[in-house]
């Protein structure tokens, strides 16, 4: 595959990535892959998921959404990343990336997301019904309850729900919005209006899943918990056609186990996606 640097403009700072395409062939189709919360175009899905897909002959665009990593800098000592992020600015951002792959000449984008980034793929999907086909990896079910389920389990703020989300309200109250917080859980350090938006603004993927009329396919793999990644539900209520797999001695990441993933998600794009394109490219795999 051939690869390129890109920079997509927004309102504010602008979102970085990689543009992949076949280097042997015309793509038949794009693809936008979406990280995961506080992950980067570089790492996880994004990464290891477009020498598969070009290999199919998509053309792939993994970028870094406002909200990657967890705090980075540009070009000053202004901080940056998913400690400030908010859920409308994860959705606008989808938005600006589809922006792109429709000026490269796609207009029926194919949305692969990865945990967060599924969550707004459901949201994208919906919104979008020229969408060509949605793979969930590990979308989490979001909703209301999303950080009190991420507190029970040990993340975020853990037991400290009340007292962190009170001394949150207090700093925007305040005018200190962006004045960060230190968690016990998962992230370590979120900005108080991140918080609440977390808390109160979160995509709720099973009350969307009617409105995505394309063809789905929702990954989870077995040591992830089902109520946390709702694959069943999401398949059951989805208003288009949706497969399930649940990969086996797989974590939420998919340590070890990329390779199984990756042809699961190619396998079910030959299958339900290519025979409606004029070339069915060989499957090469690295």
Not at 47 to 61: D, H, N, Q, S, V
Not at 66 to 71: K, N, P, S, V
Not at 264 to 280: G, H, K
């Given at each position: 595959m051939h690869t390129e640097?890109?920079?997509?403009?927004?309102?504010?700072?602008?979102?970085?990535?990689?543009?992949?395409?076949?280097?042997?062939?015309?793509?038949?189709g794009g693809v936008l892959l979406l990280?995961?919360?506080?992950?980067?175009?570089?790492v996880g899905a994004p990464r290891f998921l477009p020498p598969y897909l070009t290999a199919r002959g998509y053309a792939?665009?993994?970028?870094?959404?406002?909200?990657?990593?967890?705090?980075?800098?540009?070009?000053?000592r202004d901080p940056e990343g998913a400690a400030f992020?908010?859920?409308?600015?994860?959705?606008?951002?989808?938005?600006?990336?589809?922006?792109?792959?429709?000026?490269?000449?796609y207009r029926e984008p194919i949305v692969i997301g990865h945990s967060n980034g599924g969550t707004l793929g459901v949201?994208?999907?919906?919104?979008?019904?020229?969408?060509k086909a949605l793979v969930l990896l590990?979308?989490?079910?979001?909703?209301?309850?999303?950080?009190?389920?991420s507190c029970e389990a040990g993340q975020l703020a853990c037991d400290r729900l009340d007292e962190v989300t009170a001394e949150a309200e207090r700093l925007v109250q305040e005018g200190r919005s962006r004045q960060l917080l230190s968690l016990p859980g998962w992230w370590y350090a979120i900005s108080a209006e991140s918080f609440l938006d977390r808390l109160y603004h979160t995509p709720d993927t099973l009350a969307v899943a009617p409105f995505v009329r394309c063809p789905s396919l929702f990954?989870?793999?077995?040591?992830?918990?089902?109520?946390?990644?709702?694959?069943?539900?999401?398949?059951?209520?989805?208003?288009?056609?949706?497969?399930?797999?649940?990969?086996?001695d797989c974590d939420h990441f998919y340590r070890g186990r990329e390779e199984a993933v990756a042809h699961v998600v190619?396998?079910?794009?030959?299958?339900?996606?290519?025979?409606?394109?004029?070339?069915?490219?060989?499957?090469?795999?690295?």
């Amino acid at each position: 595959m051939h690869t390129e640097l890109i920079s997509i403009p927004t309102d504010t700072i602008p979102l970085d990535g990689a543009w992949h395409t076949p280097s042997d062939r015309e793509a038949i189709g794009g693809v936008l892959l979406l990280h995961g919360n506080t992950m980067n175009f570089y790492v996880g899905a994004p990464r290891f998921l477009p020498p598969y897909l070009t290999a199919r002959g998509y053309a792939c665009l993994a970028f870094n959404r406002r909200g990657h990593d967890i705090l980075s800098i540009r070009d000053s000592r202004d901080p940056e990343g998913a400690a400030f992020q908010t859920a409308a600015e994860g959705l606008i951002d989808n938005e600006y990336a589809a922006r792109f792959l429709l000026e490269q000449g796609y207009r029926e984008p194919i949305v692969i997301g990865h945990s967060n980034g599924g969550t707004l793929g459901v949201q994208f999907a919906a919104n979008h019904p020229e969408t060509k086909a949605l793979v969930l990896l590990s979308a989490h079910a979001g909703g209301k309850e999303s950080v009190w389920r991420s507190c029970e389990a040990g993340q975020l703020a853990c037991d400290r729900l009340d007292e962190v989300t009170a001394e949150a309200e207090r700093l925007v109250q305040e005018g200190r919005s962006r004045q960060l917080l230190s968690l016990p859980g998962w992230w370590y350090a979120i900005s108080a209006e991140s918080f609440l938006d977390r808390l109160y603004h979160t995509p709720d993927t099973l009350a969307v899943a009617p409105f995505v009329r394309c063809p789905s396919l929702f990954i989870r793999g077995d040591r992830e918990p089902e109520e946390v990644y709702p694959a069943y539900d999401f398949q059951s209520r989805a208003g288009g056609p949706c497969e399930v797999a649940i990969v086996e001695d797989c974590d939420h990441f998919y340590r070890g186990r990329e390779e199984a993933v990756a042809h699961v998600v190619v396998d079910w794009m030959a299958r339900v996606l290519e025979r409606s394109y004029s070339r069915v490219n060989p499957l090469i795999c690295p």
